[in-house]
């Protein structure tokens, strides 16, 4: 059963996810990356790309983000992630696209940037080098990358900061270059 681990909605329980092709963040790795990133969410601008059941931009809102938009290509993650938010009274924006796609119509900077594709899918780099044409990343903004760790790929124009394995899951932390 996944929880909200800590902020506004501490302790809600999200919808258990019941389909194979959504891989949701384990609960021990998303309290990682937001323990590291306490100090940075409170009112952030985020973007869950590739949302899945909607776990990460959920735990960004209840620690004080005041912007979450969440993008997925899938029916069944956009209508999980619509459910979570409403389960929990939160009005956030759920957007059923292809993240290419989005990434070419979205306006504004982000200072966080959650990207979480199929494992192995390719799209790391196109997805990276998209923030990076439409220069969708704040200056002091971060790029957080959860695949395996035995998937490599180039990080376009960012640099990596910091890199935390937890089992057969990597979080890798991208910045601007200076």
Do not use: W
Not at 8 to 17: F, M, P, S, V
Not at 66 to 75: G, R
Not at 104 to 114: N, Y
Not at 134 to 155: P, Q, S
Request: glycine share 6%; hydrophobic share 40%.
């Amino acid at each position: 059963m996944m929880r909200v681990d800590a902020g506004k909605y501490k302790g809600r329980r999200l919808i258990e996810n019941k389909y194979d092709h959504i891989r949701p963040t384990t609960d021990k790795v998303r309290q990682a990356l937001f323990v590291k990133l306490q100090f940075f969410v409170p009112e952030a601008r985020v973007l869950d790309l590739f949302c899945g059941t909607g776990a990460m931009g959920i735990e960004a809102l209840s620690r004080g983000a005041n912007e979450v938009i969440f993008v997925d290509k899938d029916e069944r993650s956009v209508q999980m992630t619509k459910a979570n938010l409403k389960n929990l009274g939160i009005t956030a924006k759920v957007n059923k696209c292809d993240a290419c796609t989005f990434l070419d119509k979205v306006e504004g900077q982000f200072d966080l940037i959650v990207l979480d594709p199929p494992y192995k899918s390719g799209l790391y780099e196109k997805v990276l080098e998209k923030i990076y044409q439409k220069n969708l990343l704040a200056d002091e903004g971060i790029i957080v990358c959860e695949h395996a760790t035995e998937d490599t790929f180039e990080y376009a124009n960012f640099e990596v900061f910091d890199e935390k394995r937890y089992g057969n899951i990597m979080l890798t932390y991208l910045s601007n270059k200076e």
